[in-house]
Nanobody, 126 residues
Framework: QVQLVESGGGLVQAGDSLRLSCAAS????????MAWFRQTRGKEREFVAG????????LYADAVQGRFTISRDNTQKIVYLQMDSLKPEDTARYYC???????????????????WGQGTQVTVSS
C-alpha cells in the first residue's frame, strides 16, 4: 500500500511563492497519475493540477494556469507543486492524490482519485 504525505505549506503574502511536496512511501508511484487538489471549509475539493506517470503531460485548472507548475521525481517518489504569484484566493488546504487506473485524459474530479494524503495548509494574505 502507498502512503502520501504533503509538506511545504505555510503563511505567505500575496505575490509570494511556495513549493509543496508530496512524498510517497510503501509503493512505487512510477506508473500512476498524480494530482494536486485544494479545499476550503465547507466546499468540495477542487482540482489544481495533474501529471501523467512519466511527466509527459500536465493539466492545470484555469485559476492557476501560468502560476503553478506540477512536476514529479519517480526515483525519489515525490510530486511537487511550485506555486508562484500566490493570491488570497489560493488559500486552502492542498492535497495530493493518486490514480492507479490507466488513463487517456488526466482526471479532474476528486472522486476519480483513489488515495489521498492528509493535506498541507496554504494561507495567502493580501
Amino acid at each position: 500500500q502507498v502512503q502520501l504525505v504533503e509538506s511545504g505549506g505555510g503563511l505567505v503574502q500575496a505575490g509570494d511563492s511556495l513549493r509543496l511536496s508530496c512524498a510517497a512511501s510503501g509503493e512505487s508511484i512510477s506508473t500512476y497519475t498524480m494530482a494536486w487538489f485544494r479545499q476550503t471549509r465547507g466546499k468540495e475539493r477542487e482540482f489544481v493540477a495533474g501529471i501523467t506517470w512519466n511527466g509527459g503531460r500536465t493539466l492545470y485548472a484555469d485559476a492557476v494556469q501560468g502560476r503553478f507548475t506540477i512536476s514529479r521525481d519517480n526515483t525519489q517518489k515525490i510530486v511537487y507543486l511550485q506555486m508562484d504569484s500566490l493570491k488570497p484566493e489560493d488559500t486552502a488546504r492542498y492535497y495530493c492524490a493518486l490514480q492507479r487506473k490507466l488513463i487517456v485524459t488526466i482526471p479532474t474530479m476528486s472522486n476519480e482519485y483513489e488515495h489521498w494524503g492528509q493535506g498541507t495548509q496554504v494561507t495567502v494574505s493580501s
